[in-house]
């Protein structure tokens, strides 16, 4: 088969979404029996995928930590990967690189100058402010590159169907590719994860556990959550919140708020999890939230969510609209009176929650939102691209 240099110039975390749908791309191309050698930037935690070779480059000053968006750091950080890449190429030639997100831009700029074809994967799930300043630069010259990478790819990946109106206006929407997320959680709970879990979160009988999964940015909406969850315990006091996410000085901030509100008590922060311990966690709560403000993209931890079992309630946006709907959960104005009257309405009706976890568990089937659906769909992608190189 094909050899394939994957390029991914973030960091690999568990608690990104990028870094999932990476893990499943790296995972479907060793699957296909492609072989993989993944570029990626020093220190990156990058999994471990047998049949997965890992290469990189050496560490910069002033660049172990990049910012979320375009920097002057990042940009000097995808030069040497894009340097690296074009050795690696002269030293073994590839059949295709493939570049997710700001790997795209790198592999852009190494195949031009290695006549490599490339495959250009953008997940649209970052979502950054009006840059300012100086930032203004690196973020325009940084939409050039990727315009100029997406123009030129043999073919674009996408996660949903929003992108195909970027790539019309770039005139390449012939080689659009649509390939859903899937869930990034893909482990069996055994029972020793779920007595752990059962252990750390649920401290009291009679319980009612509300969990939710998200980081501190304010297009996650965490600060719907939380102005939600005073109304909540008005109407059901044992009930119980779980927030995964967050580093130590997020958490920190967060829980100073709530001392102050009197209801830190009722709030447990594990921070960022592994996703055994996740998959658990979901699995024993009552009610899953999700209280996204932005983005058109289903998360993929609403996607996780659905796998779980567990009943959802969502706040009325596009990004939960994109694969939830009142078959499979509640939805709700985004207000914390409303967002906390459709939590209290799956605590008093576990029939209700039954239910509409049951057609979550369907829509996932329906909607090929499966590692070999996601499989078949990436060797389509390839198997055309190969034809045309």
Known sequence: MSRILFVSSTSFATWRGASHRMRHDLEALVALGHTVDLLAPPGSAAPEIQGVRHLTIHRLPYCQVLPPGPSLRRLVTDAFMAAKAVAACN??????????????????????????????????????GRPHGASRLW??????????????????????????????????????????????????????????AMARYRTAP?????????????????????????????????????VVGGDAAEIRRMNLALVRAGIAETVCFPGRIETTELAALLSISDVLVSPRRAGVTAPIKVLDYLKSGTPI????????????????????????AEFAAGILRLCNAP???????????????????????????????????????
């Open 91 to 128: 030293r073994n030639p590839y059949t295709l690189m493939h570049g997710i997100d700001d790997g795209g831009v790198v592999a852009g700029l190494a195949g031009r100058l290695t006549k490599t074809p490339w495959v250009f994967e953008r997940t649209g799930d970052f979502a950054p």
């Open 139 to 196: 973020h325009a010259l940084h939409r050039l590159l990727e315009r100029r990478a997406l123009r030129h790819a043999s073919a674009v990946i996408s996660n949903d169907s929003g992108m195909i109106k970027l790539l019309n206006r770039l005139n390449c929407s012939s080689r659009a590719c649509v390939i859903p997320d899937i869930p990034a959680i893909d482990e069996q709970i055994s029972p020793a994860a779920r007595n752990h």
């Open 206 to 242: 009679n319980q009612k556990l509300i969990t939710c999964v998200g980081s501190y940015t304010r297009f996650q909406g965490l600060d719907l959550f939380f102005n939600a969850m005073p109304h909540v315990l008005s109407g059901s006091p044992n009930a119980r919140f779980v």
């Open 313 to 336: 309630v969502a706040a009325d946006t596009p990004a939960n609209r994109a694969i939830l709907s009142a078959e499979n959960a509640v939805i709700t104005p985004p207000t914390p």
């Open 351 to 389: 029939y209700l929650g039954a239910e509409l976890a049951r057609h979550g568990r369907r829509t996932l089937q329906q909607e090929q939102r499966s590692p070999q659906a996601f499989r078949q769909m990436l060797s389509h992608c390839y198997a055309y691209v190969l034809s045309t190189a």
